[in-house]
């Protein structure tokens, strides 16, 4: 088992910056190691959505069309911690941050269910 503990979330105004968290525990580093990574969001009302994702190697990312160019997901695995920058935040950008775990793929993993583990979640909100 993976567990998954968020952190880094809060209020901020928009065009502010946060940085979110996400450390795991559970399992040893090279099982850390052979896992994909990502950040999902859900506002109310509304779907989870995929924001970003990195591969194991770190080789490869994603990010959703809504945060490209102002989110910046990385990892350290000798930390076992995900982090997810986030710039330029909009009002749009409210919303519960997830932080998930998936087994290794040559891809970044964009759909909710191909994720194994998930963190309990961080609320941002941005103010306008």
């Known amino acids: 088992q993976v567990q998954l503990v968020e952190s880094g979330g809060g209020l901020v105004q928009a065009g502010g910056s946060l940085r979110l968290s996400c450390a795991a525990s559970?399992?040893?580093?090279?099982?850390?190691?052979?896992?994909?990574w990502g950040w999902f969001r859900q506002a109310p009302g509304k779907e989870r959505e995929f924001v970003a994702g990195i591969t194991g190697s770190s080789a490869v990312t994603a990010y959703a069309d809504s945060v490209k160019g102002r989110f910046t997901i990385s990892r350290d695995n000798a930390k076992e911690t995900e982090y997810l920058q986030m710039n330029s935040l909009k009002p749009e950008d409210t919303a519960i941050y997830y932080c998930?775990?998936?087994?290794?793929?040559?891809?970044?993993?964009?759909?909710?269910?191909?994720?194994?583990?998930w963190g309990q979640g961080t609320q941002v909100t941005v103010s306008s």
């Open positions: 998930a775990a998936a087994p290794l793929s040559p891809s970044v993993r964009r759909h909710e269910n191909e994720y194994n583990y």
């Open positions: 559970g399992r040893t580093l090279l099982s850390i190691l052979a896992m994909d």
